[in-house]
């Protein structure tokens, strides 16, 4: 019943801009902090940006600017605006939603930054 989908991915280029978006059903959405995690092959999985119940966020150095998390709780949805992008910014997107015990994930989506 609970499910995390990610959408908004794809190709852009250096510079560019996108916006993805995680809906979420099956949870008290505005009980949950809600975070953006991204992979990149290789790589460690990091904390990209997150935002809490009151609205509070914080985001990784490298995103710090650049990105902005933003919630709609009576959408359950919440977005990652991502402007100004690198190819540093490749890699799968996921979305992340914790509340006390609970801590569910979305499937992924790809973002390809590249000329």
């Known amino acids: 019943q609970v499910q995390l989908v990610e959408s908004g991915g794809g190709l852009v280029q250096p510079g560019g801009s996108l916006r993805l978006s995680c809906a979420a059903s099956?949870?008290?959405?505005?009980?949950?902090?809600m975070k953006w995690y991204r992979q990149a092959p290789g790589k460690q999985r990091e904390l990209v940006a997150g935002?809490?119940?009151?609205?509070?966020?914080n985001y990784a150095d490298s995103v710090k600017g650049r990105f902005t998390i933003s919630r709609d709780n009576a959408k359950n949805l919440v977005y990652l605006q991502m402007n100004s992008l690198k190819p540093e910014d490749t890699a799968v997107y996921y979305c992340?939603?914790?509340?006390?015990?609970?801590?569910?994930w979305g499937q992924g989506t790809q973002v390809t930054v590249s000329s």
């Open positions: 992340n939603g914790r509340y006390r015990a609970n801590d569910y």
């Open positions: 099956g949870i008290i959405f505005s009980m949950y902090a």
């Open positions: 935002i809490g119940q009151s609205g509070s966020t």
